[in-house]
């Protein structure tokens, strides 16, 4: 849990703030497989380096009600910041991002994932984080979600979209537990954290700046959601 280190987030600067170029700079295309509609909130599980970024982005999606910071992947009795750290309990640090379905689809969710939030084909890192808590994974939560997954990275694969290959992976949610306190919502009290300049607020202008349809100006903190 390096991140913490101003030479560190220097790093992450000099290498495009953890993203590359052609991931933040263009649209992809939408998913051609998606959920049904639904009715009432839905939940994503998404993984995809740094919990910080991950939830100060999608908190700026429009018809996103609430997003925490967590962990996934691994037990119970080891997801907790230190232990995630050792990089030997299984977890990533993961978001759990609910929804209206009726504003927003899990499909497009996945769109923002892979182009505006994350290097989906970066292998456990993310930036200037290492380790396999900071890997690129969909945890689906229905057999709906898995089909989208799939199909949507088979999509992108075919259509060669990244110049290197997709390495999320896709398996099913076991369980969420949510981060530490002092992690959530941790981009909108510390926005001039060097991490957070170089590495996380990107994805938000990216965010703005490519899906303009999808931006909120004004984020839906963890606190107000509740």
Known sequence: MKRHLVTIA?????????????????????????????????????????????????????????????????????????????ETTGHAESVEITFDPKQITYGQLLQLFFSVAHDPTQLDRQGPDRGPSYRSEIFFASPEQERVARAYVAQLTKANIFTSPIVTKIEPLKAFYPAEGYHQDYLIHNPNQPYIVFNDLPKIEALKRVYPQLYRPTPVALASAR
């Open 10 to 86: 220097l790093v992450a600067f000099t290498i495009g703030c953890g993203l590359r170029a052609e991931t933040i700079n263009r649209t992809i295309p939408s998913p051609l497989v998606d959920t049904p509609p639904a009715s009432g909130p839905q939940v994503a599980v998404l993984a995809g380096g740094c919990f910080w970024g991950q939830q100060g982005m999608f908190e700026h999606v429009r018809g996103v009600t609430k997003v925490v910071a967590g962990y996934s992947g691994g037990e119970a009795s080891t997801a907790h910041y230190t232990m995630v750290g050792t």
